[in-house]
């Protein structure tokens, strides 16, 4: 009788299976056929609850059915009506419900005494970190005191933190891990156009012919949407070029592989505007309605030393100017420097200069955590703005985000000490706006920004921070040259709050560990990398005392006694939160939808403006916003032109030398989502990928006489690691340069790496500097 | 243990090749679309080992360019 059961069971499950599959396929292929007697006996409905929400962990946002049986979530599936993913979800999507239920979920807060965690209440716990939050600012003043946070955040967590620190204590100590990922992005935004995020959308894939990608490895870390880029090749015959330092899976499904020497992205960007300059490719009529030229200053180190600072001077220049300066990047000149060959540069340019191509540019952590990464993010403008190939289908530069909420919380509720959730902290007419929402005097929100992240785990290093909380992230895995920062949390008089689900080495270094409510374990938002804002509900119970980090910060902010400014009702929460946010953002150039909106269909792309979706910004045919009576009205800067920047190419912070003769660069795998602490918890990932490794490439593993699986000694200046080797495996680096995935928390690869960082942007440069490799 | 769904894409003019290879597999189901070239895979697995040799399996398979995963089952025997 069990057995029957549960064969028909299983035999049923199997074809909602075959059904979600059929489904995405309609969705994709329209016009698919399948075999008549495929189609028959397929149920159209299960026994589960489905719940939509967006997917827990990348940045494109997927959105996912959550089947529910028993107050347990037991399936997943891509949301056919989801416009970003259109049915498809990836395996990290399927095995974030597995991330709910790993053995050792945190589920009771823990208070470190006497070197032992002890057990607690919440209520307790909660207390503490209040009255060491008053006894920190009595003690050593407002700015002891600082926020950490996520691109894992949701809206509400991030929204709340900010209220509270910036607006009721009156620090600007909140930053996020979205620093380490995403800060180059938003600077680059700014400094071209004025307003951060993409203009266009993922429909851009539908529409263009090229796909330039650039540093981005989208088989492994943007795998939906790199399955939409293979399928419009296979529809429409579009071509997908993959700009890279390293061979991945990307290179192998590209139609066409182009590696550079690390940092040489610079050259060749400009390369391929000498070439459109030069060849007559430049769309003038375009240029001389929508653009300015500038450039900036140059020489601006790389903030390794404490206390470093810069701010750009721009200087307006004129298309002359600009043009001479090209003069020193034409191909000729630039392949040796770049390792790419004169016609592979000029095959790019002709892409970009091709008037009959749609382009679109993609991009992530390769252009992003870049010693220059503001720089190259402006180069990749200046191409698509100098051919026109912008704001309009399938024209589309378009930097993709990491983190399911790295736009929406971090960029968008401007998480960052400089950032209001609109505007800037040094903008006097921002803080007053950002004040009268939240209730409190102006005076409270100081004008000048404290630290970035890298200069704030200095500060907690020094002594100037002395207090921090740490939400839904793993600093003691991210941050570069860790050891510093690992150290200095320890130290004496350093008091560490930790919110997050599972223990990890962040958690190792907290007095107190609170337990929290995952995803779908409580009500929320999230952005991702397209504009588009998502609603979840609450489908489960968190387990034990775990609580939304949403709900702690609030809880803390009453205790601080700032109930005036958190009331909100416990079960009302997301919903007061969300509409007094919105607050912030009212007017057409960013209006978010409403929740109602929101809980009806799969998100929605901000500006939403008279019950539509912006999806090309700063195209009037498009963009309500725009108002300058032309095509092209680029708002975010006063003069509404956008910036075509002069950036040189210049070196990497540690660069191969004599002693340390290899690159070295890290990165991510497709199993694991990002530090691991959920994915290494669900057997399957962790099997397939169990520990990290060093790919070398094959000619200097045979030279060095090293095998797969060879023990290797990596030595950089801040110290050494042994990894085992991995040899023509997944991916295969370039001669004299190896990688090293980050997920691995034995084997943290961050003890070895160098805390370089965009001067600009004050992005971490993970992916160059120099160490010497040997058979250990 | 888990059933899942994908929408398998063949290198071109493998498509054959891909149908062959998945269905050699014991734990795999295959559905080829009529006129695209897209396949859909059905995979079911017992326990914890299977789920991963399966991983190991499809990566192997030289026709195979993708695997778009569509849906997953987690259902525990009892
Ligand atoms: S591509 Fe990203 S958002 Fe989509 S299912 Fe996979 S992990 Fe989730």
């Given at each position: 009788m069990y057995r029957s059961l549960y064969t028909n069971r299983r035999s049923f499950i199997k074809k909602m299976a075959v059904l979600s599959a059929m489904t995405a396929a309609a969705g994709m292929f329209p016009g698919i056929v399948f075999a008549e007697e495929q189609e028959?006996?397929?149920?159209?409905?299960?026994n589960l609850d489905w719940k939509k929400a967006p997917?827990?962990?990348?940045?494109?946002?997927c959105g996912v059915l959550v089947g529910t049986e028993n107050g347990r979530a037991v399936a997943v599936k891509g949301d056919?009506?989801?416009?970003?993913n259109k049915g498809l979800c990836c395996v990290k999507g399927y095995h974030s419900i597995m991330?709910?239920?790993?053995?050792?979920?945190?589920?009771k807060p823990l208070v470190k005494k006497n070197g032992t965690y002890v057990e607690t209440s919440m209520e307790e716990a909660l207390d503490l970190v209040a009255s060491k939050m008053k006894e920190t600012i009595a003690d050593?003043?407002?700015?002891a005191v600082s926020i950490y946070g996520s691109g894992q955040w949701t809206i509400p967590d991030g929204y709340v933190a900010s209220k509270l620190f910036?607006?009721?204590?009156?620090?600007?100590?909140v930053e996020a891990?979205?620093?380490?990922?995403m800060a180059t992005a938003v600077t680059g935004f700014l400094t071209s156009f004025g307003l951060d995020e993409?203009?266009?959308?993922?429909?851009d894939i539908d529409h263009a012919n090229t796909f330039v990608l650039w540093g981005?490895?989208?088989?492994?870390?943007h795998p939906v949407l790199f399955s939409r880029l293979l399928d419009q090749r296979l529809r429409r015959g579009a071509k997908i070029i993959d700009f890279a330092t390293r061979t991945t899976r990307t290179s192998m499904a590209a139609d066409k592989s182009i590696l550079f020497n690390p940092q040489t992205d610079l050259a060749v960007a400009n390369a391929i505007c000498h070439e459109i300059v030069n060849n007559g490719w430049v769309n003038t009529e375009f240029v001389k309605e929508h653009c300015n030229f500038s450039k900036g200053l140059t020489q601006?180190?790389?903030?390794?030393?404490?206390?470093y600072k810069f701010t750009d001077k721009p200087e307006s220049i004129t298309f002359e100017d600009y043009k001479a300066f090209l003069a020193d990047y034409a191909p000729e000149k630039v392949a040796r420097l770049a390792g790419v060959s004169v016609k592979d540069i000029k095959y790019l340019a002709a892409h970009f200069g091709d008037p009959n191509k749609k382009v679109m540019s993609l991009w992530c952590?390769?252009?992003?955590?870049?010693?220059r990464g503001t720089w190259i993010n402006n180069l990749v403008y200046n191409i698509h703005l100098l051919t026109g190939k912008i704001s309009s289908p399938g024209n589309s530069p378009f930097s993709l985000t990491g983190?399911?909420?790295?736009?929406?919380?971090?960029r968008e509720v401007g998480t960052?000490?400089?950032?209001?959730?609109?505007?800037?902290?040094?903008n006097k007419e921002h803080r007053e706006f950002a004040a009268k929402i939240w209730g409190v005097?102006?005076?409270?929100?100081?004008a000048k920004p404290t630290y970035h992240t890298v200069e704030m785990f200095r500060a907690l290093d020094r002594g100037d921070i002395r207090f921090m909380w740490i939400q839904v992230t793993n600093p003691m895995v991210?941050?570069?040259?860790l050891k510093r920062y690992r150290d200095g949390a320890k130290k004496e008089g350093r008091f560490i709050v930790v919110s997050d689900i599972y223990p990890t080495p962040t958690t190792d270094i907290a007095d107190v560990i609170l337990p929290s409510a995952m995803w779908i374990e409580r009500e929320g938002l999230y952005g991702n990398s397209e504009r588009r804002t998502q609603y979840f509900e609450q489908m489960l119970e968190p387990p034990g005392e775990a609580m939304s980090d949403t709900w702690q910060l609030v809880e803390v902010a009453k205790r601080l006694g700032y109930e005036k400014q958190f009331h909100?009702?416990?079960?009302s929460h997301i919903e007061e939160i969300y509409n007094e946010y919105r607050k912030h953002h009212e007017g057409k150039k960013h209006n978010m939808a409403p929740l109602e909106v929101l809980k009806s269909q799969p998100g929605a792309l901000w500006p939403y403006v008279d019950g539509k979706s912006t999806k090309?910004?700063?195209?009037a045919k498009y963009d309500p916003?725009?108002?300058?009576?032309?095509?092209?009205?680029?708002?975010?800067k006063k003069d509404g032109k956008a910036v075509i920047w002069q950036r040189p190419y210049e070196p990497a912070a540690e660069e191969p030398d004599s002693e340390y003769p290899f690159w070295l660069g890290t990165g991510r795998v497709?199993?694991?989502?990002?530090?691991?602490?959920?994915?290494?918890?669900?057997p399957v990932l962790h099997q397939a990928m169990p520990h990290s490794y060093v790919e070398l490439n094959p000619g200097d593993a045979k030279r060095m006489q090293i095998r797969t699986g060879d023990k290797v000694r990596l030595t950089t200046r801040r110290g050494k690691i042994v990894l085992p080797a991995s040899v023509n495996e997944r991916g295969v680096p370039a001669p004299m340069q190896v990688f090293v995935p980050f997920f691995d928390e034995n084997m943290l690869i961050n003890d070895i790496t160098?805390?370089?960082?965009?001067?600009?942007?004050?992005?971490?440069?993970?992916?160059k500097c120099a160490v010497k490799v040997e058979k250990a | 243990m888990p059933i899942k769904s994908y929408l398998a894409h063949p290198h071109k003019g493998k498509k054959e090749y891909l149908i062959q290879a998945l269905s050699a597999i014991d734990e795999c189901e295959v559905l080829p679309a009529e006129n695209v070239e897209v396949i859909i895979l059905v995979t079911e697995t017992d326990t914890r080992q299977e789920e991963a040799d399966l991983k190991e399996k499809l990566e192997a398979i030289?026709?195979?360019k993708l695997l778009a995963m569509v849906s997953g089952f987690d259902t525990p025997k009892n």
């Open positions: 028959r006996g397929i149920p159209t409905d299960a997917c827990r962990f990348c940045g494109v946002g056919p009506k989801s416009p970003v991330a709910l239920y790993g053995k050792d979920r945190l589920t050593h003043g407002k700015d910036k607006g009721c204590i009156g620090t600007n100590n891990n979205a620093r380490l990922c993409p203009m266009g959308c993922y429909e981005n490895n989208m088989a492994e870390m601006m180190g790389y903030g390794l030393e404490d206390h952590m390769g252009m992003n955590q870049h010693s983190q399911p909420s790295a736009c929406g919380t971090v960052l000490t400089h950032k209001l959730p609109h505007g800037v902290v040094m005097p102006v005076e409270n929100i100081p991210t941050m570069p040259k909100y009702g416990r079960e090309w910004r700063f195209n916003a725009c108002s300058n009576g032309k095509d092209f009205h680029f708002y975010g497709v199993e694991h989502w990002h530090t691991g602490s959920m994915t290494r918890r669900i160098l805390d370089s960082f965009c001067p600009i942007s004050k992005e971490p440069d993970y992916k | 030289p026709s195979l």
